[in-house]
């Protein structure tokens, strides 16, 4: 199958038709993505979310680096490795605070090679972060979205390889995907990938 055929053939499932917005991942552009993006490393989102329930009130920049580490593991406890993911976490915002200042212009200014030069960021975590924090044009690849593409007989040796054969499949069809995210591509990505995670979910349930 070709990119296209993927993406036409995931779109008629409707599969985002009740994603907190549109650009699927909840809060999107905001710094709750980034502190999301960390937590959801080797756990359900279902725990994610019970951990961010326990942070309102928290989650923006500034108020974020006023937690103390141990306050932090405690609200994070349900997501789980919160020993390692709350110093990771306060890490990762004090750099931010110091690299860039405010969280917008974090999110103008970011790079993918910023990102992985810090503590536990790997790279489905720091494309997340771009497309769904900064929401800049990245197409993140996942362990959902391996397996639904094997399901279509499509199978790489590397997460660039994945990245690359989606992403150029997209701009190389934009013509016929375009109209489908409001002419958007970080919206593409976003919904993309959405796609791939909702179809996975619906599949085990079968």
Not at 4 to 24: D, G
Not at 25 to 32: K, R, Y
Not at 58 to 72: G, S
Not at 98 to 115: A, H, I, P
């Amino acid at each position: 199958m070709s990119v296209l055929e993927i993406f036409l053939f995931l779109h008629r499932q409707n599969l985002l038709k009740n994603a907190p917005n549109k650009y699927w991942w909840p809060n999107a552009g905001t710094f709750e993505v980034v502190v999301s993006a960390v937590l959801t490393q080797n756990t359900t989102w279902k725990n994610v979310e019970k951990s961010l329930k326990n942070l309102d009130g928290f989650l923006d920049l500034d108020c974020f680096v006023t937690l103390n580490e141990a306050t932090l593991k405690e609200k994070i406890r349900p997501s789980g490795f919160y020993n390692q993911k709350a110093p990771r976490l306060l890490a990762l915002a004090d750099s931010i605070r110091r690299d860039f200042q405010t969280f917008e212009n974090f999110t103008k200014n970011v790079t993918r090679e910023w990102l992985l030069a810090q503590k536990g960021i790997g790279k489905e975590s720091a494309d997340a972060i771009l497309c769904y924090a900064a929401l800049k044009p990245v197409m993140v690849i996942d362990a959902y979205t391996k397996r639904t593409l094997a399901s279509f007989g499509i199978e790489m040796q590397s997460y660039e390889a994945y990245q690359e054969f989606l992403q150029e499949g997209v701009i190389k069809n934009w013509e016929s995907i375009s109209s489908l995210c409001e002419n958007d591509l970080t919206l593409c990505f976003a919904r993309f990938h959405g796609m791939f995670v909702e179809y996975n979910k619906l599949q085990k349930k079968k």
